[in-house]
């Protein structure tokens, strides 16, 4: 019988190959140039929960434990994560990331949502988070909020980029939601608009992540990925099989999205040495 992890999202780094290394080799990882500047203007800074800069409809999911338990072990394993991307291409790291998996289910969400709230320790730092997960969002629901005015009128042209970033309960993140999802995304994502929004973005947040939707059940992955300066790929223990992980990696790459690296879930935290293991068989 396969025990449960207490804490189920413990990200390790690992290679794009997903083999059980756990360190990353920075010099096969090119990171592109970033864009300049553009006049838009942040989102205010974020107002205690419930207030009128995010009503909240639902108390945020316990799975954030960047919110809930900031000391613990999980939160610490989040920092790390933290610690290899700003160590990317000597400090000239990627601001504009894709979190995507092979397949539903393995965490890819809430993983954006638990890294969106460690990058914001960093001094001075502002952080956004895209819910690009168009045919399945819930970005909205795990930060217990409404998911418009979004992303979707944002594209539309119907409303402003202003109108479409929220504060969220995570200190020093904001938002853009799904929106109201009535057309195919990939109409709009095949635009300019989505390219031409994140350079507008990238150019008041230090990091903007993107949450898009598993490589396996949509194309949108690889539409979005190659507008992005890379991608986060999610990967649960005892999830997919290796082959699936392999082929969705391979998949992203020949959409010419740049794999920085994986993310695994899943594991169970041993409390004797305060450091995360595998969970075991029994």
Do not use: W
């Amino acid at each position: 019988m396969q025990t449960q992890p207490e804490h189920p999202f413990d990200p390790s780094f690992l290679n794009p190959d997903v083999s059980s290394d756990v360190s990353m080799d920075q010099n096969e990882i090119d990171v592109p140039p970033i864009a300049g500047k553009s006049d838009v203007s942040p989102a205010p800074v974020a107002t205690p929960p419930g207030s009128v800069g995010f009503p909240l409809v639902s108390d945020p999911d316990p799975r954030l434990v960047a919110f809930h338990d900031k000391r613990s072990p999980a939160t610490e394993q989040y920092r790390s994560l933290r610690t290899n991307l700003l160590a990317l291409d000597g400090g000239d790291h990627p601001r504009v990331l894709s979190v995507t998996s092979a397949t539903k289910g393995e965490g890819k969400t809430v993983t954006t949502l638990n890294f969106a709230a460690v990058l914001a320790e960093t001094p001075k730092a502002r952080v956004l988070v895209v819910d690009c997960d168009l045919r399945n969002p819930s970005i909205h629901r795990t930060l217990g909020q409404e998911p418009m005015p979004g992303l979707m009128e944002l594209l539309k042209g119907e409303i402003s980029i202003a109108s479409a970033v929220q504060t969220t309960p995570l200190a020093g993140v904001d938002v853009i939601h799904s929106g109201n999802i009535e057309v195919a995304p990939l109409e709009l994502f095949a635009a300019h608009s989505l390219r031409d929004l994140l350079s507008a973005l990238q150019a008041v947040y230090d990091f903007v992540l993107i949450d898009t939707p598993p490589v396996f059940t949509l194309t949108d992955a690889a539409v979005v990925g190659p507008q992005t300066d890379g991608a986060l790929f999610v990967v649960r223990k005892h999830g997919p099989p290796k082959e699936v992980v392999t082929r969705a990696i391979e998949a992203l790459k020949s959409s010419r999205t740049r794999v920085l690296g994986c993310v695994m879930t899943g594991v169970k935290p041993d409390k004797k040495y305060g450091r995360y293991r595998y969970a075991e068989e029994e």
